[in-house]
C-alpha cells in the first residue's frame, strides 16, 4: 500500500520539476494573485520575471506591457515598481513602439497617464548622456570684444 504512494509522489514531484512555468504563465498567475488581493505574491512574481534576463528579454510586447501595468498598480511613487515598469515599457517599444502606444491608449485615463510618464522616463534612459549635456552659450558681448 506505502509503495504505490511513494510512486505517486515521486512521479507528481518529477513532473512538476519538468514543468516550470513559463513567462505566459507567470503573468497569468501574477495578474490572477493581484485580481485576488494578493499584492505581495503579485510583486513577487514580477520581481521573479524581471530577475530573469532570458525569459524577460523573450516576453512579448502585450507580456511586457502587462508587466508594467500590473507594476503601475501595485504601487505609484515606489521608486523599484516605477523603474520596472519602465524598463519593461522601454523594451516592448524596442519591439514595437505602436503597439505599446495603442496598449496605452486601451487603458484608464489615471492608468494610462502613468503608463505615459514612465514611457517618457524610459524614453530618457535610452538617450547617451552626451545627448542630454546643456551647452552653455558665452554672451554675445563677450563675443564682440
Do not use: H, W
Amino acid at each position: 500500500m506505502l509503495r504505490p504512494i511513494l510512486l505517486f509522489i515521486s512521479v507528481a514531484v518529477l513532473f512538476a520539476a519538468c514543468t516550470q512555468a513559463g513567462p505566459a504563465d507567470q503573468i497569468s498567475a501574477a495578474t490572477s494573485a493581484y485580481t485576488n488581493g494578493e499584492y505581495d505574491e503579485c510583486n513577487l512574481i514580477c520581481d521573479k520575471i524581471m530577475a530573469d534576463s532570458t525569459a524577460f528579454n523573450n516576453l512579448s510586447v502585450a507580456q511586457l506591457c502587462t508587466l508594467s501595468e500590473l507594476y503601475v498598480k501595485l504601487g505609484e511613487g515606489v521608486g523599484e515598481n516605477d523603474a520596472s515598469a519602465a524598463r519593461c515599457l522601454q523594451r516592448a517599444r524596442d519591439i514595437s513602439a505602436d503597439s505599446v502606444d495603442a496598449f496605452i491608449r486601451s487603458k484608464s485615463s489615471e492608468v494610462a497617464a502613468y503608463l505615459t510618464i514612465l514611457d517618457r522616463v524610459g524614453t530618457y534612459m535610452d538617450m547617451s548622456r552626451d545627448s542630454l549635456l546643456m551647452i552653455e552659450e558665452e554672451p554675445i558681448d563677450t563675443i564682440l570684444e
